[in-house]
């Protein structure tokens, strides 16, 4: 069993930064592709960006590409989402989930934390 703890989300202005981190632990780290997920007010959970267990391979979706980095240290079971040039539209509780397998599907997703909220103002 994954226990998943968000941490770093705020209030920021429209043109900041902000970074999450998701602590993992009781599992074997490495072995899992980690991803980030989004949901805003009143509209389904969206995919955000995932990274392979070596780290070497990500993903993002178009909204964030170019704005949004994620990383992972598996020595400290922890994986981040680095966010520039934060926008309103990025207002969200952002939520990081382990799979087995990499897939843009919340379904694909095993384990979840409890997500962290992003708010940003214009």
């Known amino acids: 069993q994954v226990q998943l703890v968000e941490s770093g989300g705020g209030l920021v202005q429209a043109g900041g930064s902000l970074r999450l981190s998701c602590a993992a632990s009781?599992?074997?780290?490495?072995?899992?592709?980690m991803a980030w997920f989004r949901q805003a007010p009143g509209k389904e959970r969206e995919f955000v960006a995932a990274i392979r267990w070596s780290g070497r391979t990500t993903y993002y979706a178009n909204s964030v590409k170019g704005r949004f980095t994620i990383s992972r240290d598996n020595a400290k079971n922890t994986v981040y989402l680095q966010m520039n040039s934060l926008e309103p539209e990025d207002t969200a509780v952002y939520s990081c989930?382990?799979?087995?397998?990499?897939?843009?599907?919340?379904?694909?997703?095993?384990?979840w934390g409890q997500g962290t909220q992003v708010t940003v103002s214009s």
């Open positions: 009781g599992g074997t780290f490495s072995s899992y592709v």
């Open positions: 989930a382990a799979a087995l397998m990499y897939g843009i599907s919340p379904n694909n997703y095993d384990y």
